[in-house]
């Protein structure tokens, strides 16, 4: 009987837990909130609690299991399983996360990106298709990425391969948290919409109720633009087409690079299927070059939320003794 693999997807508001088969199939499920209070530091903790309970509940040993994949956000350094820098944690200092864990579960355990773990997830059981040759971008509060190349994810010389909301889109343009100008992420992400839509609409004097939310001070948010771009709002499908070009532009400037089978868009703003796929892949065409334009397609996410947890999973597989 193959042994089962454990995926962790640690996440600001939640982590999400999973059993996973040998094959890639959620066998069990569950999350639990993500304490960030004092400094962070319960976060490992009630991972570990969590996942004695449910393997104690479940009947489950840890010989049952191959080992333990974990998605964080943050710099992840693989070779020494800590993670620096995961400011939606409140982690500002080294995390040694690997050897906590490893050191109560008595399992083997792989640290990496969540980006690179959702993309893993995709890769393995969702539209990646098995193609050796993927770009994963995540659009949610920020944008993430990552980049499978020859069956291979990439890190790069310092771990920073893949970070596509990074890409700068727009020369001088709006201030990142990344410290420079410009990047993807201040555009096609939930907050990047708002800041367009925000923009957009103070020059705007046709008619349109994405205005009047905005001139009553309303809150906006990214799912309101795609709903009224949806309904007709002349002012939304605006904004949708200028988030759709930043996009299309950055994803056309990886494929010409690395030339993918696929290139998967998740995160909560895929939500917006077509309406976000149509005008994106639209851009996306028209600034590849003919040969990258006829062998690469964008494509939607397919495993939603379980992408990380089944990713991370992934990982684990290399401590299988017979691969």
């Not at 007709?232 to 994803?251: H, K, P």
Request: one cysteine or more; a negative charge; charged letters at 20%.
């Amino acid at each position: 009987m193959a042994k089962s693999l454990i995926g962790i997807d640690l996440g600001g508001t939640t982590t999400k837990i999973a059993f996973v088969s040998h094959e890639g199939d959620i066998t069990q499920k569950w999350s639990i909130p993500t304490d960030v209070s004092e400094n962070g530091k319960h976060i490992v903790p009630n991972i570990i609690a969590s996942l004695k309970k449910t393997m104690t509940d479940s009947g489950y040993t840890k010989d049952q299991f191959m080992g333990i994949g974990m998605g964080t956000p943050g710099a992840v350094d693989i070779e020494n399983g800590t993670v620096i820098g995961a400011f939606n944690l409140n982690w500002k200092t080294t995390q040694h996360v690997r050897d906590e864990i490893q050191a109560a579960i008595g399992l083997q355990l792989v640290l990496e990106n969540d980006a690179n773990v959702a993309s893993l997830g995709e890769f393995w059981k969702g539209a990646g298709e098995k193609d050796e040759d993927v770009i994963f971008v995540t659009l949610g509060t920020g944008v993430g990425g990552g980049v499978i190349a020859g069956g291979r994810l990439l890190h790069g010389v310092n771990g920073g391969a893949g970070e596509l909301g990074h890409i700068t889109v727009q020369p001088n343009g709006y201030l990142c948290t990344c410290g420079k100008r410009g990047c993807l992420e201040q555009y096609s992400s939930a907050t990047g919409i708002v800041h367009v839509a925000k923009d957009m609409a103070a020059e705007f004097t046709g008619k349109s109720r994405l205005k009047e939310l905005f001139d009553n001070h309303e809150d906006v948010t990214s799912k309101m633009v795609v709903y009224l771009a949806d309904n007709g709002d002349i002012l939304a499908n605006r904004i949708i087409d200028r988030v759709s070009f930043y996009l299309g532009l950055a994803l056309a400037n990886c494929a010409n690079t690395l030339n993918p089978a696929n290139i998967i868009i998740g995160g909560g703003v895929s939500a917006a299927g077509n309406t976000l796929l149509g005008p994106t892949t639209r851009y996306f065409q028209e600034n590849t070059f003919p040969a990258v334009r006829d062998s690469t397609r964008i494509k939607l996410a397919q495993l939603g939320n379980d992408a990380g947890a089944i990713g991370a999973a992934s990982l684990a597989l290399r401590f299988d003794s017979a691969h």
